[in-house]
């Protein structure tokens, strides 16, 4: 299995802030995406994040509100911009290998207020 | 409709008995993942499935794909406190690489 650490854990923010979350895999890694699990509900894919290039969105999730960043095979960030509480959720990052197994990390939970 | 339909929603068992959450998909699977989730935590892997008819199991949970039927299922055998979470089926819906979606969740609540 990956070893898979999310920061942060979780936090608390302001409606129209922005907060990024990072994801860091002990191993290189070939796919890594961003999932939202909103509150008792099942998980959402947002996007895969490729490393080198532009994250691949899913309908729904766009850039803008939530850019993301791959600059290796280990590493990726998420942010949240411009947050309102509607986006108060876990944010989950998984990862794959070649293996076709997918691991997730232990997640961010987010409010805001 | 969801693509993917975990049932039952929730179930409450005694310790002890055995359990059956089942995962139907409107579309063809090219491979099917279990994971455990408790509250407010990260998701375990339980296991992968790609075959049809694969089976595999891990301590006293079984898993089986029926590719025809576009379903799964996940058996628990003598259930335990230790069981209790929310299983998630996830599935591939195409073969480019991993993108998951999933059912709505099986809470499982198993009583001493």
């Known amino acids: 299995s990956a070893v898979i650490s999310q920061k942060p854990s979780r936090d608390i923010c302001q409606r129209g802030t922005s907060l990024t979350i990072q994801c860091q895999v002990d191993s290189q890694v070939t796919m890594m995406f961003w999932y939202r699990q909103q509150p008792g509900q099942s998980l959402t894919l947002i996007a895969t994040?490729?490393?080198?290039?532009?994250?691949?969105?899913e309908s729904g999730f766009v850039i803008d509100k939530f850019p993301i960043s791959r600059p290796n095979l280990t590493f990726s960030t998420l942010t949240v911009s411009n947050m309102s509480p509607e986006d108060s959720s876990i944010y989950l990052c998984?990862?794959?290998?070649?293996?076709?197994?997918?691991?997730f990390g232990p997640g961010t939970r987010l409010t805001v207020l | 409709s969801q693509e993917l339909e975990q049932s039952p929603q929730s179930l409450i068992v005694q310790e002890g008995k055995n359990l059956t959450i089942n995962c139907t998909s409107s579309?063809?699977?090219?491979?099917l993942y279990w994971y455990k989730q408790k509250y407010g935590e990260g998701l375990i892997f339980l296991m992968m499935l790609q075959k049809g008819g694969e089976e595999k199991s891990h301590e006293k949970i079984t898993a089986k794909l029926d590719e025809k039927k576009q379903q799964s299922s996940l058996h628990i055998t003598a259930s335990q406190p230790s069981h209790a979470g929310i299983y998630l089926c996830g599935a591939e819906h195409n073969n480019a690489g991993n993108m998951l979606t999933f059912g709505g969740g099986t809470r499982l609540m198993v009583k001493p």
């Open positions: 994040a490729n490393q080198g290039s532009e994250a691949t969105y």
């Open positions: 579309k063809t699977l090219y491979g």
């Open positions: 998984s990862v794959a290998r070649g293996a076709r197994e997918q691991f």
